[in-house]
């Protein structure tokens, strides 16, 4: 992939943005980039080309994270965070700073005045960059299952730019392939051209030296004797050199097929040359397995039981030709050294000749010697160019890349899944919502849901008061809703008539507002003669004794631990019928308290005492003991705030009071807002009672 990539020089892409999406102008950019490699570069960055003339542009870059990359190790360098740039250039200008180097060029015949507006942008990318992106989008399979033809094919955004793509890819996979089924026969020729390099210096230096001795010496010829001795020296020497150049082929043989896990690639000329029927034999059946593997791994069986057993033939084969190709070296060394004693034999008979002649002997075969190698290397240098000349590629290109059809937008497609998706999307959100987020908006909401009765509503109180019956103005809308609050318990039916009624407050979670309900339920009684007691029933928090009752020394926990009297944790306020007990120091144990006979005792006490006895309890998702205390109270109040409470874990709450309370259950919403004709009439209905009692 990155030979392609460097063969196309795909560094620089070029875009102009549409209304829908970015249009890839490969081959119709009006510009052109020059990036100077001998600088980092800023890549996948766009940078922004406004053509404000045919002189001028304004390059404009924003930068959030991107890389500097060195195009000549191929390595990023370096990081660049938050940058902007922006800048007016001529064209044909340099563009240098710390983060880029480049030129931009117009090209010739664009008319100007068409593009002027146009919003241009163009990408530098690194070679790993476009690995990554165009391996993503390469695809190759087979044709069919067992078919030895393979399809490839590229999702591009510019038709052009992937044929050009698919063209340089398929040319390099067959360079590659060709290249890799050459690679002994290159290096058979570069070994045979070293040693020619070698011969043909020490073929010079012989043949000067023979020369330089017949001139010297003025040597015309030798005996039959020393003529003799030198024609089996010489057949002796020629045996000597191929034996030689043998075992060179043997060794070179060896060590790359050790080397080497794939043999098929080696060159038939140097297999023939071993003079070896048994191991040609063995290397030929050894070539033929290999090429069975690769076609069953080409036709994707890299798991077929065929693969293994090949596998498991080809290891034996290789082993077995190890020790052939050992076995052989070692028979040719020592075959050898028999030549080389031959020829210290035929030297020593040399010795005993004249000076003279021994001497023109030694020259001549010098030269002959080195002319006999010279001459064999070049005839197995003519044969090894012979057999790369001879390889072709294992692949071959049955059709061309051609424009197959858009992949990308499909209109049809994505209109349909446009209108679905519009569809599903909120339909799922309204079920997951109702199923788990639902709140309950008002009075009308809830009685879609629930059979349960609603004792009242409590409005939103205009100015936020907590107090609303102890404050000067006690006539906002909350006020009067705690008063038909008021009223609506005159019509519930009572186990106790006229004396000792105990109202429950508790809720689903904590805010609902059930300490405000309670605290002001309490006053609302009181203010009609009522004498109402307040219980802080939440043991666990106390809401009510912090905020509305102010933390008192004593409360519940106390007397319901037997540490004080009843009459020790009742807070009486002068002039009022409403009176307040806290919860005290919170204790550890508050279920165990208010299931104790001490909580009965108590209740039964204030019944005697008071009219009304209010409890505000912990919320009854949380703790049992609104539970407990609503087996012991005439009325159980589930305060419900809307556009608050969740309905699904309302309806739990609410089903499991009535399973173990019955009708003593009933519901109080609150926060409910008024309407502006409600509040208005409110307001004015109290504002002409105030200007009639001031005439």
Same mark, same amino acid.
């Given at each position: ?77 370096? /990081? ?23 030129? *931009? ?67 390099? #996979? ?17 070994? #045979? ?58 060794? @070179? ?9 794939? @043999? ?111 001459? @064999? ?37 994505? *209109?349909?899944?446009? #209108? @679905? ?21 008002? *009075? ?57 009624? *105990? #109202? ?66 009742? /807070? ?22 208010? /299931? ?100």
């Amino acid at each position: 992939m990155e030979k392609v990539l460097n063969k196309l020089n795909f560094s620089v892409f070029y875009y102009q943005k549409k209304l829908l999406y970015d249009h890839n102008i490969y081959t119709s950019s009006p510009f052109l980039v020059i990036l100077d490699r001998n600088y980092l570069q800023l890549t996948g960055v766009q940078m922004h080309i406004e053509i404000l003339s045919k002189d001028l542009y304004t390059l404009t870059v924003e930068v959030d994270e991107a890389p500097l990359h060195n195009f000549i190790s191929g390595r990023n360098e370096q /990081e660049v965070l938050d940058w902007e740039y922006k800048h007016t250039y001529r064209f044909g200008d340099p563009v240098e700073n710390e983060n880029f180097n480049f030129t *931009i060029l117009l090209k010739d015949g664009v008319n100007v005045d068409k593009i002027t507006g146009e919003n241009f942008y163009f990408v530098a990318r690194s070679s790993r960059q476009l690995i990554n992106d165009y391996k993503d989008n390469l695809l190759i399979e087979a044709t069919q299952v067992d078919a030895t033809a393979i399809n490839i094919s590229l999702v591009a955004n510019n038709y052009q730019q992937g044929k050009d793509f698919l063209d340089k890819y398929v040319e390099t #996979i067959i360079e590659h392939d060709l290249q890799r089924k050459n690679h002994i026969a290159f290096s058979t020729i570069d070994f #045979i051209d070293e040693q020619l390099a070698d011969v043909f210096d020490s073929l010079s230096l012989a043949e000067q030296s023979l020369q330089d001795f017949k001139t010297r010496r003025q040597v015309v010829d030798v005996n039959l004797k020393a003529g003799q001795i030198y024609e089996n020296l010489q057949l002796i020497n020629v045996e000597k050199d191929q034996m030689e150049a043998h075992i060179n082929n043997l060794e @070179f043989l060896n060590e790359n097929f050790q080397n080497d896990e794939d @043999f098929t690639a080696h060159s038939v000329t140097v297999i023939s040359d071993l003079n070896n029927q048994v191991l040609n034999d063995l290397l030929n059946e050894y070539i033929n397995l290999i090429g069975r593997v690769n076609h069953l791994l080409e036709n994707r069986q890299a798991k077929s039981p065929q693969l293994r057993e090949l596998n498991f033939q080809i290891n034996n084969l290789k082993n077995t030709i190890l020790v052939n190709l050992q076995y052989e070296l070692d028979a040719s060394r020592l075959a050898l050294q028999q030549v080389e004693q031959k020829l210290r034999t035929l030297n020593s008979e040399l010795n005993s000749l004249p000076e003279t002649q021994r001497n023109l002997i030694s020259f001549e075969r010098n030269f002959r010697l080195n002319d006999e190698i010279y001459t @064999f290397l070049i005839q197995k240098r003519s044969e090894a160019q012979i057999a790369k000349a001879s390889n072709l590629p294992d692949y071959e290109i049955i059709d061309y890349p051609a424009y197959e059809g858009m992949k990308a937008p499909k209109e049809a497609r994505n *209109i349909v899944l446009m #209108i @679905f998706l519009g569809l599903l999307i909120p339909t799922v959100y309204m079920l997951i919502h109702e199923a788990f987020f639902e709140k309950i908006a008002d *009075i009308d909401d809830y009685r879609l849901g629930f059979e349960s009765p609603v004792l009242g509503q409590i409005y939103l109180s205009s100015n936020g008061e907590k107090r609303l019956f102890e404050e000067d103005n006690n006539r906002p809308i909350a006020a009067e809703a705690f008063r038909k609050l008021r009223t609506n318990l005159g019509f519930w039916t009572w186990q106790h008539e006229k004396k000792g009624r *105990i #109202i429950l407050f508790t809720s689903t979670m904590p805010g609902e507002g059930k300490t405000f309900c309670s605290y002001n339920l309490g006053h609302a009684l009181g203010a009609i003669g009522k004498k109402v007691v307040i219980l802080d029933f939440d043991l666990r928090k106390g809401d009510l004794s912090q905020n509305y009752f102010g933390n008192r020394e004593h409360g519940i926990s106390e007397y319901l631990s037997s540490q004080v009297a009843l009459d020790d944790v009742i /807070e009486k306020k002068h002039g009022s019928n409403v009176e307040y007990i806290s919860t005290g120091p919170l204790p550890p144990n508050p279920s165990e308290l208010v /299931e104790s006979e001490e909580c009965r005792d108590m209740l039964y006490e204030l019944r005697k005492k008071y009219d009304y006895i209010i409890a505000d309890t912990a919320p009854t998702s949380v703790t049992a003991e609104s539970l407990s205390l609503g087996r012991m109270a005439d009325l159980v109040l589930v305060v419900l705030r809307v556009n608050y409470t969740l309905k699904k874990e309302f309806t739990e709450v609410l089903k499991e009071l009535e399973d173990s309370l019955g009708k003593k259950v009933t519901v109080l919403l609150n926060g409910v807002k008024a309407s502006r004709n409600r509040y208005y009439n409110y307001s004015s209905y109290y504002l002409k009672q105030n200007q009639k009692k001031h005439v």
